[in-house]
């Protein structure tokens, strides 16, 4: 099986992890994963986006056009990833704005839902917007963001199953396990529309 995920987000909401998290919990279901990050200038709130994928090929950068689903963890950073996106493939948008300073502004530089939404309209992608700021609030902690957008993409691909991935989460934590697996789970619903519990 082969699967690209092109991820996008700004330094600081723990794309690097998302993305080991991911790429570990492939690994664990004997697939043939691998990762790659380009960071930028993540230290100062800027862009950083990831590669992540499973199947036959070796490098671990994925070609313009060839990701089955792109996710952002902002809102606006999806459009980092969308050159990469196949045709038929899905974005997950979350609905976490973080405004560069040039754009608070000028708030009609940032794009607005109605914008990003409008570009994959007349397309056969598809695009969910995910109010993960809101759920990872309500599961304990705004800086699980990744984690619900975590969840979201799974439920959205089925590509490990979800045991896999609260192990990995688990094992590579060594506090704030419970919130973290909490919130990965309400991505999840968000997506399933149905209760974990």
């Known amino acids: ?28 279901e ?5 990762f790659y990050v380009h960071s930028g200038l993540a230290q100062l709130g800027g862009s950083v986006k990831s590669h992540i994928r499973c199947g036959k090929r070796i ?5 313009m056009g060839c990701a089955d689903l792109i996710v952002s963890l902002e809102t606006a950073e999806i459009l980092h990833a969308v050159p990469y996106l196949k ?14 300073y040039m754009s608070k502004m000028f708030p009609e530089m940032y794009p607005s839902e109605e914008d990003l939404g409008a570009m ?20 304990g902690h705004i800086q699980a963001v990744n984690m619900v957008m975590l969840g979201s993409l799974i439920a959205q691909s089925g590509i490990v199953e979800t045991d896999s991935v609260v192990l990995t989460i688990r094992e590579n934590l060594d506090r704030g396990e419970d919130i973290n ?5 309400k991505g999840y619903e968000f997506i399933t529309g149905k209760d974990y519990n």
């Open 1 to 28: 099986m082969e699967y690209n995920v092109v991820a996008s987000g700004i330094g600081g909401q723990g794309l690097v992890f998302f993305s080991e998290i991911l790429a570990k919990s492939m690994l664990r």
């Open 30 to 34: 004997g697939l043939n994963a691998s």
């Open 59 to 63: 490098c671990p950068k994925i070609s």
């Open 87 to 100: 045709k038929d493939g899905t974005a997950l948008i979350s609905q976490v704005k973080l405004q560069p």
């Open 120 to 139: 994959f309209a007349d397309s056969e992608a598809q695009a969910v917007f995910v109010p993960a700021g809101q759920i990872a609030e309500n599961a």
């Open 181 to 185: 697996v909490e919130a990965f789970w």
